[in-house]
């Protein structure tokens, strides 16, 4: 696997604080492009997801029929730009009408952007992209996915749980993957007291694309800022 990318290089220790400085600045453009680009997107949704699925899978026809669902009720639609899931919810925005936005990132492998864009951005950070998906959203659906499908749904509930963020509508779908999710917050962390009884009901399931959308409109009083 190839080593030559930014993300790699900045976690391998103490460096010389020229070139950290230097890559500060690096990563602070990288943030200038993504508010740029993105200054005026508005009410919109966030679709996690693995880029594993093909279109013939039960999940990618799931995100699409959402994506659509929620497009077609006036909001834009943001994913990680990729294959799979992400490629089925901007296929499903752009089919309804709706703004498609991708946030790319750089990787050796699986990450090709998808067609399916009116705003696409490639990062070369996970930290940086990741910022942009939670910023612009109000709504956050996730189907199933990988490890960073579960790094995104735990570290928008940390920020949910932390009140960096405000409690918006954090909605999972293809229940049997998600089915051991509940048991686990129940059975585990709340049995151990590493969370408290209301962060164990952040998740909200559905298989409905319908009642995925009914959810996603309860949110939040106020504004991001």
Same mark, same amino acid.
């Given at each position: 696997?190839?080593?030559?990318?930014?993300? @790699?290089? %900045?976690?391998?220790?103490?460096?010389?604080?020229?070139?950290?400085?230097? !890559?500060?600045?690096?990563?602070?453009? &990288?943030?200038?492009? =993504? *508010?740029?680009?993105?200054? !005026?997107?508005?009410?919109?949704?966030?679709?996690?997801?693995?880029?594993?699925?093909? &279109?013939?899978?039960?999940?990618?026809?799931?995100?699409?029929?959402?994506?659509?669902?929620?497009?077609?009720?006036? @909001?834009?639609?943001?994913?990680?730009?990729?294959?799979?899931?992400?490629?089925?919810?901007?296929?499903?925005?752009? /089919?309804?009408?709706? %703004?498609?936005? =991708?946030?790319?990132i750089t990787l050796t492998e699986e990450q090709t952007p998808n067609p399916y864009q009116d705003i696409s951005i490639t990062f070369d950070h996970f930290f940086v992209r990741k910022v942009m998906l939670l910023k612009y959203s109000s709504a956050f659906v996730l189907l199933p996915g990988g490890f960073g499908t579960?790094?995104?749904?735990?570290?928008?509930?940390?920020?949910?749980?932390? /009140?960096?963020?405000?409690?918006?509508?954090?909605?999972?779908?293809?229940?049997? @993957?998600?089915?051991?999710?509940?048991? *686990?917050?129940?059975?585990?962390?709340?049995?151990? =007291?590493?969370?408290?009884? !209301?962060?164990?009901?952040?998740?909200?399931?559905?298989?409905?694309?319908?009642?995925? %959308?009914?959810?996603?409109?309860?949110?939040?009083?106020?504004?991001?800022?």
């Open positions: 696997m190839l080593r030559n990318n930014d993300d @790699y290089h %900045l976690f391998q220790g103490p460096r010389s604080y020229g070139r950290d400085l230097w !890559r500060s600045i690096r990563i602070w453009r &990288e943030f200038r492009k =993504g *508010f740029t680009k993105l200054k !005026r997107v508005k009410n919109c949704i966030t679709f996690f997801g693995s880029a594993r699925f093909d &279109e013939n899978h039960e999940y990618y026809k799931l995100a699409y029929d959402t994506a659509y669902a929620v497009g077609k009720a006036g @909001y834009a639609i943001m994913t990680g730009g990729g294959p799979g899931i992400m490629e089925a919810a901007n296929k499903g925005a752009r /089919d309804a009408g709706a %703004l498609s936005i =991708g946030c790319n579960m790094d995104e749904a735990f570290e928008t509930a940390t920020l949910i749980q932390t /009140d960096k963020i405000c409690d918006f509508p954090m909605v999972f779908m293809g229940t049997e @993957y998600w089915k051991n999710l509940g048991p *686990f917050l129940q059975k585990t962390m709340l049995k151990h =007291g590493t969370i408290d009884e !209301r962060d164990a009901h952040f998740a909200r399931m559905t298989d409905d694309p319908q009642e995925a %959308l009914d959810i996603v409109r309860v949110q939040c009083i106020g504004k991001k800022i």
